[in-house]
Antibody, heavy 118, light 106 residues
Framework: QLQLQESGPGLVKPSETLSLTCTVS??????????WGWIRQPPGKGLEWLGY???????SYTPSLKSRVTISQDTSKNHFSLKLSSVTAADTAVYYC??????????WGQGTMVTVSS | SYEVTQPPSVSVSPGQTATISCSGD??????TSWYQQKPGQSPVLVIY???KRPSGIPERFSGSNSGNTATLTISGTQAMDEADYYC?????????FGGGTRLTVL
């Protein structure tokens, strides 16, 4: 049974870089046909797609954050990562990792809350 | 960039049919998915590729997509269906979510 688990600091200072990792168990991120993505949800607001990475290593990002977002993968550790640079309070949110397959996010992590504050 | 729009809220009486719409330019030409999210929980996929139900999702959940509008229909709505619902589409290698619809069962 596939499981995804986000990890990383829960508090990040303004202007610094937010870094999160999603560890996948019960399946390989190197499997073809799957994308591995990041979605966030500010408190009391809706879902926002940040980007995803294909098993081959190619990635795509939401246009509004493209200059600040990087998604990478480490197949040896079976995990993929998110970096969001120059954060502000507006980046405070629950960050989810998820698997994208068949035009949908079919498996989600439990989410991790990240607060941007000095 | 592509956008999809949902009504902020929908209300339904128990046992009745709830319909939640998702609108976007030529949305019917794209696949739409729907997610249910209850407070404090991760979203759960309830419909993908317009009308397919993942394993474990009750048959009362159904979807359709034509023209500029995709629709999530919940037949015989139960109290447990009260949640936020999000539509999602894909366009030009980007994923877009609707703003979400709060379904109230009263």
């Amino acid at each position: 049974q596939l499981q995804l688990q986000e990890s990383g600091p829960g508090l990040v200072k303004p202007s610094e870089t937010l870094s999160l990792t999603c560890t996948v168990s019960g399946g390989s991120i190197s499997s073809s046909s799957y994308y591995w993505g990041w979605i966030r949800q500010p408190p009391g607001k809706g879902l926002e797609w940040l980007g995803y990475i294909y098993y081959s290593g190619t990635s795509s990002y939401t246009p509004s954050l493209k200059s600040r977002v990087t998604i990478s993968q480490d197949t040896s550790k079976n995990h993929f990562s998110l970096k969001l640079s120059s954060v502000t309070a507006a980046d405070t949110a629950v960050y989810y990792c998820a698997r994208y397959y068949g035009n949908a996010f079919d498996m989600w992590g439990q989410g991790t809350m990240v607060t941007v504050s000095s | 960039s592509y956008e999809v729009t949902q009504p902020p809220s929908v209300s339904v009486s128990p046992g009745q049919t709830a319909t939640i719409s998702c609108s976007g330019d030529k949305l019917g030409d794209k696949f739409t998915s729907w997610y249910q999210q209850k407070p404090g929980q991760s979203p759960v996929l309830v419909i993908y590729q317009d009308k397919k139900r993942p394993s474990g999702i009750p048959e009362r959940f159904s979807g359709s997509n034509s023209g500029n509008t995709a629709t999530l229909t919940i037949s015989g709505t139960q109290a447990m269906d009260e949640a936020d619902y999000y539509c999602q589409a894909w366009d030009s290698n980007t994923v877009v979510f609707g703003g979400g619809t709060r379904l109230t069962v009263l």
